[in-house]
């Protein structure tokens, strides 16, 4: 089985919106055990959406088509389906009931003819019905593919999509399984890590894909397979998984994607323990990640944001002579800063960051790109240094991805 997904909107192609429409249906479509073909966003023109349509038919089982619905003058959808299947609007009496309760009851106004107009469908189409907002979506097929229409608003687009459109593909497909698990590996660059799985890879069966996700200190493989039997795919998966060299086990932090503070936090849950941050170059962003999460109350204290000198020798109470003789990018200003915020919040662990995240150098003579990452607990304090390179954003995300595994190996020691 195979489906495309389009978006229509000019907002979409201008950059003034993220299209989370088609992330979302994706999602959704794979689930179900459709296979992606292709993902469009087009403009708001008839010859655009014709085209696009035209370009799917017979290629795909299931085309779903977002936005370009609505009362607007821009909202060109049901028209062009009009066209392309040889069909005519009429106005459909449940719609049109609700659009005029929707008006009426709850916005406190009389219908209007641009209202009213949202009770017009195809004639041959069939209707599924927006509980959520006046636009109906709508599914026709021609040959060999249906066309799905849905309104662009997300949740207008979600609820039909849950409660209309699920039930429908489950009576017109033999829905199939797409199992994927992920495993999220640190510290081992892509290349080398194909390396040292190169012969578990060789030797995986043939039903099961693997991709590299290599990011910003991390690499996931995804292991795929499809088929009607989810539990049978499911184990075969994980044998695979177990069957991974150690060597590469020992650098896996993650399973399904989780991400690297997502691993942290449930290690220090697990454990019992407290974190709290002191952190001047990456600006209360690791304090954000742990904040964040709902409980952060059970483990994280708290945060210090000591961005300038000044503040980190008045408010945290790094010693003015520790920054004269070494510097504020130094070991020993970072493990000062770790030991201060350990002792003001009394948590378990603290995590300090001090560096010259670029483009040009702040109150210290390090090389741009340095930074210098402190931990300090009960099992002592100590501060590794990093050369990060540029541009300043890069900087700052490997600080922070390199402070997690510090934070990490700090909680595994016993």
Known sequence: MKASIITIGDEILIGQIIDTNSNYLANYLDKLGFEIV??????????AIKEAM????????????TGGLGPTKDDLTKQVFCDFFDDVLVENETVFAHVKALIEDYFKRPISELNRK???VPSKATVLFNALGTAPGMMLK??????????????????IVEKELTPLLKERFTLRFNVHKTIVVYGIGESLLAEYLSEWEDNLPATVQLAYLPSRGRVRLRLSSTGTDKLAIEQLLNEQIEAIPSL?????????DLSRSDVVIEKLKAEGLTIACAESCTGGRLAVL????????????????????????????????TIETHSVVSEQVACEMAEQARQKFQSDIAVATTGNAGPSKGDSAAAVGTVYVGIASEKGTYAVKYELGQPREQVIERTISRALELVYKEILKK
Not at 38 to 47: G, K, R, T, V
Not at 54 to 65: A, E, K, M, S, W
Not at 142 to 159: A, W
């Open 38 to 47: 292709e993902m469009l966003s087009i403009s708001d023109s008839e010859e």
């Open 54 to 65: 035209n370009r799917q038919l017979n290629r795909v089982d299931v085309v779903v088509i």
């Open 118 to 120: 949202q009770a017009l």
């Open 142 to 159: 021609r040959d060999q593919t249906y066309f799905i229409s849905l309104p662009g608003v997300p949740f207008e687009m979600k609820g």
């Open 248 to 256: 590469v086990k020992e650098n896996i932090r993650a399973y399904d």
């Open 290 to 321: 742990f904040s964040e999460k709902e409980g952060a109350s059970a483990f994280f204290k708290g945060g210090m944001v000591t961005y300038a000198t000044t503040s980190k020798i008045d408010v945290l109470g790094v010693k003015k002579e």
